[in-house]
């Protein structure tokens, strides 16, 4: 039986109490998670990542508490977070596109911040607008995203009544 102070004390770092109560993967994936958030705002000076971190805290503190309160959660049901990374399998297509989304919206957004944004501090644009000017960016972008997902959803909302009609 896990000592219930050594779980507390060990769920203040994400992934360490799962680690004490020996789920190592869900573990390891916890503090990368926790991890991948901080080195990219540091990296790209993006803060923009930083608000996930609560999330994952709250998420793998209350976790392992719940797991080292009940013995049969603990070694059998180390399941990772994230299965496809694990077990080196494709990721799924919903979560490949989610993914594919955020990579062109994190893309746009390194564009305009480091070369545009960059260009502006050059020419001694006042500090608010170019703020103002990086909001209406991120704003437009995700307006065009949620556009394009609900127009492809209407196409496949289209094509699933033609196979309802029998066409």
């Known amino acids: ?16 109490g799962h ?3 020996g789920m190592m993967r869900r573990g390891v994936q916890l503090m990368a998670l926790f991890m991948l958030p901080i080195m990219i705002a540091g990296f790209f000076r993006l803060e923009l990542f930083l608000f ?3 999330i994952i805290w709250f998420y793998s503190f ?3 508490m719940n797991r080292g309160a009940s013995p049969e959660k603990r070694v059998d049901d180390d399941v ?10 494709a990721i799924p297509y919903k979560s490949s596109k989610l993914l594919a989304y955020g990579l062109i919206i994190f ?6 911040d480091r070369l545009f ?7 001694q644009i006042p500090y608010h607008t170019r703020v103002n000017m990086q909001t209406a960016f991120l704003a437009v972008i995700f307006i065009a ?5 609900l127009k492809g959803s209407k196409v496949k909302r289209e094509d699933e009544e033609k196979c309802d009609n029998g066409e």
């Open 52 to 54: 996930i971190l609560p």
């Open 145 to 149: 995203g949620g556009v394009f997902l």
């Open 19 to 21: 680690m004490y109560l």
């Open 1 to 16: 039986m896990k000592s219930k102070l050594w779980t507390f004390l060990f769920s203040l770092i994400p992934g360490a």
């Open 62 to 64: 209350f976790d392992a």
């Open 117 to 123: 944004m960059t260009s502006m501090y050059y020419y």
């Open 107 to 112: 893309g746009g957004y390194l564009l305009f």
């Open 80 to 89: 990772p977070i994230v299965k496809w990374v694990i077990h080196n399998q």
